[in-house]
Antibody, heavy 123, light 110 residues
Framework: EVQLEESGGGLVKPGGSLRLSCAAA????????MNWVRQAPGKGLEWVGR??????????DYAAPVKGRFTISRDDSNNTLFLQMNVLKIEDTAVYYC??????????????WGQGTLVTVSS | QSVLTQPPSASGTPGQRVTISCSGS????????VYWYQQIPGTAPKLLIY???QRPSGVPDRFSGSKSGTSASLAISGLRSEDEGDYYC???????????FGGGTKLTVL
């Protein structure tokens, strides 16, 4: 059974930094493409970014609102996905979900989701 | 404002058929696969329909998807109370170079 567990959320001031983790189990993490998707309180879903498997180049893609501030990385030896968030803004307040990806370019196949971790950016 | 347009709400009585629309453009729905996700209140989203009209294992055949031009639809037949929740369409946008979600549709079973 696929399991994804996010951690690292919390309260941070505008301009601050936070690193989220997503511990994965139940599948071959090193082969998986992974995403971060967020949901502001009471709002809809927003894609944050993606990292491909190392065998597919390990490349990353980001949504425009976070590009240059957020960095996705992975530790395949520990089956963990990361989201480093810098220069946080109030509008980054959201529940952050990690998801697996079907591994197809130009598609949105988020087949497994974690339970999410809440990030609150406030002074 | 979302790149993909969904009605904010939809409703139906048990047993009825409901459809939820998703309107986009040539750079997204017109050229890529549409996906649908279901989010029951208090839970994480779940993949409901992939590649326009395919259902993952475990999703009842009451759920179906379709596409025509730059619009897509999700149909739910034999509506049940447990279908209440939010439904999102999402598709890769060639111009934005990433997935774009619709604003979501809140489904109420009356």
């Amino acid at each position: 059974e696929v399991q994804l567990e996010e951690s690292g959320g919390g309260l941070v001031k505008p301009g601050g930094s936070l690193r989220l983790s997503c511990a994965a189990a139940g599948f071959t993490f090193s082969h998986a493409w992974m995403n971060w998707v967020r949901q502001a309180p009471g709002k809809g879903l927003e894609w944050v970014g993606r990292i491909k498997s190392k065998s597919n180049g390990g490349t990353t893609d980001y949504a425009a609102p976070v590009k240059g501030r957020f960095t996705i990385s992975r530790d395949d030896s520990n089956n963990t996905l990361f989201l480093q968030m810098n220069v946080l803004k109030i509008e980054d307040t959201a529940v952050y979900y990690c998801t697996t990806d079907g591994g197809y370019d130009y598609e949105c196949h988020f087949d497994n989701w974690g339970q999410g971790t809440l990030v609150t950016v406030s002074s | 404002q979302s790149v993909l347009t969904q009605p904010p709400s939809a409703s139906g009585t048990p047993g009825q058929r409901v459809t939820i629309s998703c309107s986009g453009s040539s750079s997204n729905i017109g050229s890529n696969y549409v996906y649908w996700y279901q989010q029951i209140p208090g839970t994480a989203p779940k993949l409901l329909i992939y590649r326009i009209n395919q259902r993952p294992s475990g999703v009842p055949d009451r759920f179906s998807g379709s596409k025509s031009g730059t619009s897509a639809s999700l149909a739910i037949s034999g509506l049940r109370s447990e279908d209440e929740g939010d439904y999102y369409c999402v598709v890769w946008d060639d111009s934005l170079r990433g997935p774009v979600f619709g604003g979501g549709t809140k489904l109420t079973v009356l």
